[in-house]
């Protein structure tokens, strides 16, 4: 085994222990929630650096949940949404090309016992585009371990970033539509709603009609994955000196 090799092992095994310890040690929701209140303080700033801290929790594998919801708290479902689609897609590119390079050897291992994943590992080699947006639209694994998965993939990156950009995108507007809709119940209990009445009804109409829509797309993505990659599944052979009867 070459040098070079064997020491980005063994920087990617400190690299993964570290970001491990961190995220078991710090307060890492009490740090989002300082992150949040900061942005909010640096107003027209605050999208384009809430973008690169969500870049970085897509890397160091922090859930984005908290940083999703506050983008629409502080942005608006349109401002918020363009943020985080964005940054999203950036931070999971980021992650791509990590996983197909310095942790390579680590996140093998990591998916090494999943027959899950070497079936989708096969139907990508045929399907790329669509497996990959399949698997945004109704993910079977982490976010964060799935943008390092497909770096092990034949995937082409061109296929990886549009498909994870169209593909995250109904959950991305689900989500930032509940911050904002947070922010308007904050408002509303604080005796300052924003908007008339007629305002309201149409932003809740919509949050709802996002929501149902959202679930819908992922029961029909999580169909069509399961049937795309139940055909790249090994057929289970008997056991020698065992018969196959006929049900």
């Known amino acids: 085994m070459k040098v070079n090799t064997i020491l980005r092992i063994v920087a990617g095994i400190l690299l993964v222990g570290a970001i491990a310890v961190a995220l078991a040690v710090l307060p890492v929701q009490d740090y989002l929630a300082r992150l949040l209140s900061w942005v909010e303080s640096v107003g027209p700033w605050g999208p384009p650096l809430l973008g690169v801290a969500y870049v970085a929790a ?8 908290i940083l999703t919801l506050g983008a629409g708290f ?14 999203s897609v950036l931070g999971a590119t980021a992650a791509f090309f990590i ?4 942790l390579r050897r ?7 016992d999943s027959p899950r994943f070497s079936a989708i590992d096969r139907a990508v080699g045929q399907q790329g585009f669509k497996i990959v ?19 092990l993939t034949g995937v082409k990156l061109w296929q990886y970033v549009l498909a994870s950009w169209i593909g995250m995108l ?24 924003e908007g008339g009445a007629a305002q309201n ?7 709802v009609m996002t929501v149902i829509a959202t679930v819908v797309i992922t029961r029909v993505a999580r169909r069509a994955l399961n049937e795309a990659v139940s055909e790249h599944q090994p057929e289970a052979r008997p056991v020698a000196g065992q018969s196959v009867s006929p049900t």
Do not use: D
């Not at 897509?58 to 949940?65: A, H, I, K, N, R």
């Not at 479902?77 to 943020?83: D, E, N, R, S």
């Not at 947006?133 to 770096?151: E, K």
């Open 106 to 112: 680590p996140i093998e291992r990591r998916i090494a």
């Open 133 to 151: 947006l399949l698997t945004r639209l109704s993910p079977i694994f982490p976010f964060n371990l799935l943008n390092y998965a497909f770096g």
């Open 170 to 193: 109904p959950g991305t507007v689900m989500y930032v539509y509940l911050g904002s809709a947070l922010k308007s119940l904050t408002e509303v209990a604080a005796g300052q709603p």
């Open 99 to 102: 996983g197909r390079t310095l």
């Open 74 to 87: 502080l942005f608006g479902v349109v401002w918020g949404t363009i943020t985080v689609s964005i940054a």
């Open 58 to 65: 897509c890397v160091l594998f922090v859930p984005g949940l």
């Open 201 to 207: 009804v149409f932003f809740y109409a919509g949050l």
